[in-house]
């Protein structure tokens, strides 16, 4: 199951899909990351329950991504390995993992993105070599990712929860992307 919205890639090659929404929210000494359910091909729904946020590393770390699926699961397949040379160092491990992303010649052909978060760190990662930390606590990836983002920055502020603020933010993008649903897989950590 690839993510969403189909096209021809830059380089004539076969459609791809893209798009999706994951949004990660840190309040309260809570993190949690949500993501919708919805595969598009082209225009047409073809599947409306994927699930696009899981656990890795024995449940300690949450991960969602955005882009083609197999790459996104070989990712995530290489995460859980550098998770395991690295235990407990979510940071070093997504570095490494990025630094592979780019020089290896197979994994730099990967369309994706993830953000990944542990009890203390929150990360987004991309096949650019970016391993960027939210200035806010607040980060979100995907075709309705910044209608996410935007809609989590204006509660942040106010008296909802970190998961309130993700089920009511994807809410909001599910109404204005049209690559996004209400079908929602929410996951969370406490803080330590």
């Known amino acids: 199951m690839s993510q969403d919205a189909f096209r021809y890639d830059d380089r004539g090659g076969p459609p791809q899909m893209h798009a999706t929404t994951i949004l990660m929210v840190r309040k309260g000494g809570r993190v949690v990351v949500g993501g919708d359910g919805q595969v598009s091909l082209g225009q047409t729904i073809v599947k409306g329950n994927a699930r696009k946020v899981r656990r890795l590393a024995k449940g300690a770390v949450i991960g969602g991504f955005a882009g083609a699926t197999a790459d996104a699961f070989t990712l995530f397949e290489r995460l859980e390995g550098k998770l395991e040379q690295y235990p407990g160092q979510l940071t070093r491990a997504c570095v490494e993992l990025t630094k592979d992303w780019r020089t290896d010649r197979y994994l730099r052909r990967l369309e994706a993105m993830m953000v990944v978060a542990d009890r203390e760190v929150s990360l987004l990662l991309s096949g650019s070599g970016d391993v960027l930390e939210p200035e806010s606590g607040v980060m979100a990836i995907g075709s309705g990712g910044n209608y996410a983002l935007a809609a989590a920055r204006a509660l942040e502020d106010g008296d909802l929860d970190a998961e309130a603020i993700v089920r009511r933010a994807m809410a909001i993008a599910a109404e204005i992307c049209v690559y ?11 803080a330590p």
């Open 180 to 190: 996004t649903n209400g079908n929602l897989v929410i996951e969370a950590l406490d």
